[in-house]
């Protein structure tokens, strides 16, 4: 398939952020998903969270299995660092590039399919080890590919193109995601952008495993009625439990608010999340509360939407294994290698 690259044409003063780039140097080439497809708006958003937090694109590496949404990658951030890998494979090579070298931002994009099914290993054990990153699945509940069968996120009594009932339970990656350990988990839709855009921000400025789960319908196969990942379905059934906005401290920032109406929640790096709760009983740091509200929620027919659960204090695999400040990458032969003494040493305190 040929990938064609965007026009370089460009208004001469196209604001520019704190790099000195335009939003336009954080595009990638042309889209050839379909017209309509909700991936291409999570790229704007992408897009738009990195340009806004004046990321440098060379420190970004961009990684991605098989499917609709494993395309994606190509049509943002054309100047980071991409890899295309395998179906359902891309959690155990971003792990690896992470261990190699800690100090790029990994972001991972993927698809129900790519991560519910074949890859479902691959995202649990990485979840679970913590690895620092921002995962993406693009969630549209079919295999669009291989013509609209059920995914394993498909929610039971939801109904494809040609009426057909699904009779399988769905696999709810959010819910997933908080029993295994991550340490910052959302739920957003495609079409809010105002919601996704700040989630993606905190995910990218988040230290730990960040998983964002995102609703986007498929216009082919899947944006009818008896679709649960419609977009009509899901603007009727959306519940936010919180309006997010990123804070990075750059700069001292004063606020005035209503008692009650916002939540400010200090991450691990220092950067603050402002959250301006829509539901009153709602806890964003109460790991087992998420649980039970998402359930609560799920058997009434609802969405959940929002910043669902965070650890201000989380720590990722680099500081589990305590690995070395310097990247692998960067290391000499005989730092890397530090002789048979050494191994001699490690062999005698296994036994």
Known sequence: MTYLPKPKLAHPELQKNDLGFTRRDYEGSISTLCAGCGHDSISAAIIRACYELSLPPHRIAK????????????????????FNSVHGRMPSVLTGANLANRELI???????????????????????????M?????????????????????DRGAKNKRGVENMDEAI??????????????????????NQLVPLIKGALQHQGAAFIDTISPCVMFNNHDGSTKSYDYVREHN???????????????????????????????????KLRKLANDYDVTDRVAAMNFLETRKARGEIVTGLLYVDPDADDLHGFLETSDKPFNSMSDEELIPGSAALEKLNASLR
């Open 134 to 154: 921002t995962y993406i699945v693009e969630n549209n509940g079919v295999y669009g590919l291989t013509k609209g069968q059920f995914s394993a996120t498909a």
């Open 63 to 82: 990684l991605s299995g098989i499917g609709c949404s494993s395309k994606t990658p190509t049509y943002f951030l054309g100047n980071s660092h991409g």
């Open 239 to 273: 519940e936010a439990v919180n309006f997010m906005d990123v804070v990075t401290g750059r700069n001292e920032i004063t606020v005035d608010y209503e008692p009650g109406t916002t939540e400010i929640v200090r991450q691990h790096n220092g950067g603050l999340l």
């Open 172 to 193: 709810d990656m959010v819910g997933i995601a908080i029993q295994l350990g991550a340490t910052y988990v959302a739920r957003s839709f495609s079409g809010d952008k």
């Open 106 to 132: 990994y972001l991972g994009v993927s698809g129900d399919g790519d991560s519910a099914s074949i890859g479902f290993g691959q995202f649990s054990h990485s979840i679970r080890r913590g690895v620092n």
